[in-house]
């Protein structure tokens, strides 16, 4: 079932590149592998997938520990300042720096663990209510600051776009963190650029990379619908 799922995903990413114009190469796919077992995970590595996405520390933790080590693990989840040192060397890419004092954090654990982190800086381009990523308006002053610190590589932008029905209502957002990404690479900040875009999930990848994205981050396309235990 995964091995089939999988082989639908990259057919819809070899698609939506075409109608683009895309090179195939510039996009990359993640594994959303949250709340599934490592076995599962197992089968997707089986067949290719080399790039996972936890939205929990613990949970990243635990399977960058049982699964093979040519896998990179992308921490794509809200990021607590106290769990920072558990996988500033662990993470390949921090998809979701949305505050000073996260960077802040995560550099003083890069420093010491001597590490260098890639990071992504989470944008709330929606300006959705409910959900974390800094203002467009001050994410290149978030840019700016976080760019400074030592041991920290800002690699682009990243934002989770709202939930909707139908994937085209989400079109002008990712157009929206597209251009945003391109007016901030032309103010050619040090140790800043915005080659990575991570943008589109299940409902809308194949227009999020028609508007740019460089990682799209596929979860229930791949493993099916989560199971969340009841609390
Ligand atoms: C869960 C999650 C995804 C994957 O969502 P699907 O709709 O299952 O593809 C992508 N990005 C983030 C940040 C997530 O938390």
């Not at 996009?27 to 997938?49: N, Q, R, W």
């Not at 409910?130 to 800002?154: C, H, M, N, Y």
Request: aromatic residues 6%; glycine residues 6%; contains cysteine.
């Amino acid at each position: 079932m995964i091995k089939d799922n999988l082989d639908h995903v990259y057919q819809v990413i070899n698609t939506a590149c075409d109608h683009a114009g895309r090179c195939r190469e510039d996009v990359s796919l993640i594994a959303v592998s949250k709340t599934k077992p490592v076995s599962m995970l197992m089968e997707a590595y089986d067949h290719g997938c080399r790039a996972f996405g936890e939205n929990k520390v613990q949970e990243l933790v635990d399977k960058y520990e049982a699964m093979p080590k040519d896998i990179k693990w992308h921490m794509i989840g809200h990021l607590q300042r106290n769990k920072v040192k558990y996988i500033v060397d662990k993470a390949a890419l921090i998809h979701s720096v949305d505050s000073l004092k996260l960077a802040d954090e995560i550099s003083r654990e890069a420093v010491k663990k001597q590490v260098e982190v890639s990071v992504l800086i989470e944008v709330n381009i929606a300006g959705e209510d409910t959900k974390f990523g800094v203002a467009a308006k001050d994410t290149e002053q978030l840019v700016r600051d976080a760019a400074s610190l030592p041991g920290i590589r800002i690699e682009g932008l990243m934002t989770i776009a709202p939930l909707c029905m139908n994937p085209e209502e989400n079109r002008q957002y990712f157009a929206k963190l597209k251009q945003l990404s391109v007016d901030i690479n032309q103010k050619n900040i040090d140790n800043v650029n915005m080659n990575v875009l991570s943008m589109g999930m299940t409902g809308d990848y194949m227009v999020a990379i028609e508007e740019g994205a460089t990682y799209v981050r596929v979860g229930t396309g791949i493993f099916g619908e989560r199971q969340y235990p009841v609390k």
